[in-house]
């Protein structure tokens, strides 16, 4: 599936723009893939999740086995609520976004996203899994707001998720993390706002 086809709770092309204008490293999008994780990932996702950075950043920082993986996995899909999704690029497996932890009576979840290190290069994949994680998660009727948590080591992070118009809403004493809200009727906003700008139609 082509960024272009990939159904993203915007129009196709509207979201080539929005990235052609986010990333100027980027020409097009044929090269591009976001899908749901698959048994078949399951070896790359894992080689993610058990780099050193990643695992620094996570609530839970051990390493992770790959019966563990494997369990996890058959879990969450399992589930009701399984959106967890893959950035390929060039037939690179470049990283993961996800959406997690339905809360059912608030109409949110957790939301987060990881992306292989060892890829270096000029291109913010960061934000392009950021942008197509929450496309995906908004399209979803049910879900009003998703939240994130950073953990305190790491609070010069919350910049970047403020960016992208979060609000910092309290510290986790117990694990140690900050939490932060994104209301789905102010993702609407900011991606009118640029839309709105450059007289897209």
């Known amino acids: 599936m082509s960024l272009q086809k990939a159904r993203l709770g915007a129009r196709g092309n509207r979201t080539s723009l929005f990235l052609l204008i986010m990333d100027k490293e980027i020409k097009d999008f044929k090269n591009f893939s976001f899908k749901k994780i698959t048994k078949e990932n399951l070896e790359s996702v894992l080689k993610i999740r058990n780099q050193e950075e990643v695992r620094k950043a996570s609530i839970n920082n051990k390493i992770i ?3 563990e993986h494997e369990k996890w996995f058959n879990k969450k899909i399992m589930s ?3 959106h967890h999704y893959y950035l390929k690029h060039d037939n690179k497996f470049i990283g993961i976004g996800y959406g997690e932890n339905f809360d059912e009576k608030n109409n949110t979840c957790l939301w987060g996203l990881y992306r292989d290190l060892n890829i270096k290069s000029s291109i913010k994949y960061g934000s392009i899994i950021l942008y197509l994680t929450f496309e995906n998660l908004f399209s979803l009727r049910k879900i009003k707001s998703v939240r994130c948590q950073v953990l305190k080591e790491f609070e010069w992070f919350n910049d970047w998720y403020i960016r992208w118009v979060h609000e910092l ?5 117990k694990k140690k993390c900050f939490n932060l809200l994104l209301k789905k009727i102010k993702w609407d906003e900011i991606k009118n706002e640029i839309y709105n700008k450059l007289n897209f139609k």
């Open 80 to 82: 009701n609520f399984f």
């Open 169 to 173: 809403e309290n510290f986790d004493d």
């Open 65 to 67: 086995t790959r019966d």
